[in-house]
């Protein structure tokens, strides 16, 4: 069992990662839950009173809920490279942390649109201080982008691109470290082309919403796992968002 020691670590260390986002969030759930409004940071409802603070503390969220809801589908790509790396024998710890770190940091670059995107939200009292939609046309609106994207062919692309650990791998491996890099950087992009309008879905139900966080991280692991044709996938999610988005509007 030695082959098998490096995929058990890194797993572990990519598990760790995400169990600590996910106990991040669920304390600030808490808070919000537990405490009196008077004694919480919410985000300022005028976009001009924002400061520095708000911006980091707004941000930091958003980035511990890419990692949380993130990772765990990125799995199967992370240990089909190390393995990989493994059987070349090239240094299987270090370059999948390499590649992991790219792979997150393009969904740690997301956070930051997320976060400007709250910002412009809270200035047009779209999202309550608690940073519940306040709007149900902006939330069947934005049902109505996921829904829609589902059906586009740069979902479906990328999605496929998702569901195949060692396709990817055999077509776009780069040597050394610097290609690690390139590589999580490059699956880090095409699963935010799969997944990007599915993560503005929390401005719908709320931004910390926890059961929201968990059927949407289901529903990206399920795209990318169950062994059924992307196109299939994608036209049911999206007909459901869609029929989602257009009860909003009715009730």
Not at 180 to 203: P, S
Not at 210 to 218: D, F, H, S
Request: proline residues 4%; charged residues 10%.
């Amino acid at each position: 069992m030695v082959w098998f020691k490096p995929q058990v670590f890194i797993l572990g260390s990519v598990l760790a990662v995400t169990f600590t986002a996910w106990a991040y969030l669920f304390y600030q759930h808490r808070q919000m839950a537990s405490q009196a409004m008077a004694s919480l940071w919410m985000p300022p409802s005028e976009s001009l009173t924002w400061r520095f603070i708000d911006f980091a503390l707004v941000y930091f969220m958003w980035a511990a809920m890419m990692a949380a809801m993130m990772l765990p589908s990125a799995i199967p790509m992370i240990l089909a490279f190390a393995r990989v790396c493994r059987q070349q024998n090239k240094a299987p710890y270090y370059k999948t942390y390499l590649f992991t770190s790219a792979y997150l940091s393009i969904w740690l670059l997301f956070s930051s649109a997320l976060t400007l995107l709250q910002w412009q939200m809270h200035g047009l009292a779209w999202l309550s201080p608690m940073m519940n939609n306040q709007n149900p046309i902006l939330a069947a609106g934005i049902l109505f982008l996921a829904g829609f994207y589902q059906f586009m062919p740069i979902k479906n692309a990328c999605l496929t691109h998702c569901k195949t650990p060692m396709g990817f791998l055999l077509n776009e491996w780069q040597d050394g470290s610097v290609g690690a890099f390139k590589m999580g950087l490059k699956h880090g992009a095409n699963c935010l082309g799969c997944c990007w309008a599915q993560m503005l879905i929390m401005f719908a139900v709320g931004v910390m919403n926890l059961l929201g966080m968990a059927l949407i991280t289901l529903l990206v692991i399920a795209e990318k796992t169950l062994p059924v044709e992307s196109k299939l996938i994608c036209k049911t999610v999206g007909a459901a968002f869609l029929a989602w988005g257009v009860v909003l509007l009715i009730v």
